[in-house]
């Protein structure tokens, strides 16, 4: 590398945010679930751009496995209009309020106690709360923000047993299912988890069991 590109890199190496805030962001719209605002910024050549983004309360998602298999649900989503196999979970926070009023405290924690309540709701599984490792942060991107916990609890064999098909109080049915790591490395490649950022962390957690 000549001396002018090592340069170049180092300047990069070192560089800040390339946007500056000119403006707290300006709230545009407000429903139960998601709201909507803008964000004007200042960018290193000094041209002023206004940014927008669309905000909800993150989601949880849980890998719950023994030895040798993976428990996954299987339910009906309307955003596919198909059956879907998915990882026990669901939103951190009910309402946009609550939501708002959470930023203020530790995420973390509140994606734990939420991956608890939402295992038991999903599954019938009441867990003790120590159970629960979290191992991945998944962001969505920059104008759309809805991230997802995920977190891990390992079972030992004797402990794992059958579960009933469940409907929640939100009137979804979720049939969960013990699959072996190979049935669910299958149903992932064959695109049948439709959740893609759920793909990724349970084949990269298969990858890490091989």
Not at 6 to 29: H, I, T, V
Not at 37 to 44: A, D, F, N, Y
Request: net charge negative; charged share 30%.
């Amino acid at each position: 590398m000549g001396l002018e590109h090592l340069a170049s890199y180092c300047r990069l190496l070192n560089m800040g945010s390339p946007f500056e805030p000119m403006e707290e962001p300006q709230e545009q719209f407000c429903g139960r679930l998601i709201r909507i605002t803008t964000q004007k910024m200042k960018l290193q050549n000094g041209k002023e751009v206004t940014f927008e983004k669309a905000e909800r309360s993150p989601g949880v998602r849980i890998l719950v496995t023994d030895e040798s298999r993976m428990l996954m649900t299987k339910e009906w989503r309307t955003e596919n209009n198909d059956w879907d196999y998915r990882l026990p979970g669901g939103k951190v926070c009910d309402s946009l309020d609550e939501y708002v009023q959470a930023m203020q405290n530790d995420m973390d924690e509140l994606a734990k106690n939420a991956a608890k309540k939402e295992l038991e709701e999903e599954t019938s599984l009441n867990l003790p709360i120590e159970s629960f490792e979290q191992i991945h942060h998944s962001v969505c991107g920059a104008t759309i923000v809805w991230d997802l916990y995920y977190f891990l609890v390992k079972l030992p064999k004797d402990e794992v047993k059958e579960l009933d098909s469940i409907t929640t109080h939100e009137g979804e049915e979720t049939h969960p299912q013990w699959l072996s790591f190979e049935e669910v490395k299958k149903l992932c490649v064959d695109g049948n988890v439709k959740e893609d950022r759920t793909v990724s962390v349970v084949l990269r957690f298969l990858a890490s069991k091989s």
